[in-house]
């Protein structure tokens, strides 16, 4: 059980680091006026494949409850954005921490997110149980 959740740990790490990609290349390659925009707009569609790698790998060796798998998907992404995206991206950009949380597309994403691995998750358990 515990081998489950730190390897769910990992796989959230290279989702989050694939999703902090996605999200600066796009920062530093203007297409619209507005990076943030379309920074926000890259990492919508961006978490989606990157969430589908995740949830795949994990499958492959490991098994949780899709939710659980979710959540702990989230709450390590939370984490690693409040401990290495605000200070080292997002504070020397002008952002700050409420600024970050307050902003509603952290939370659309997150849900987002959150769907996308359960769903997953849920495709992938069902066809191992099957």
Do not use: R
């Amino acid at each position: 059980m515990i081998h489950s959740k730190l390897f769910s740990v990992a796989c959230a790490i290279l989702v989050w680091t694939l999703g902090i990609c996605f999200f600066l290349i796009s920062y530093y390659l203007p297409i619209l006026e507005n990076a943030t925009l379309q920074s926000n707009i890259t990492l919508v569609l961006g978490i989606i494949p990157s969430a589908c790698l995740g949830t795949y790998l994990f499958y492959k060796k490991s098994f949780l409850k899709p939710s659980t798998l979710a959540l702990i998907f989230i709450t390590t992404a939370v984490i690693l954005d409040t401990l290495i995206t605000l200070p080292v991206f997002m504070i020397p950009a002008g952002s700050s921490h409420p600024m970050f949380f307050g902003d509603p597309m952290f939370y659309t994403i997150a849900v987002e997110f959150y769907f996308v691995v359960y769903y997953f998750g849920k495709h992938l358990t069902e066809k191992i149980t099957a």
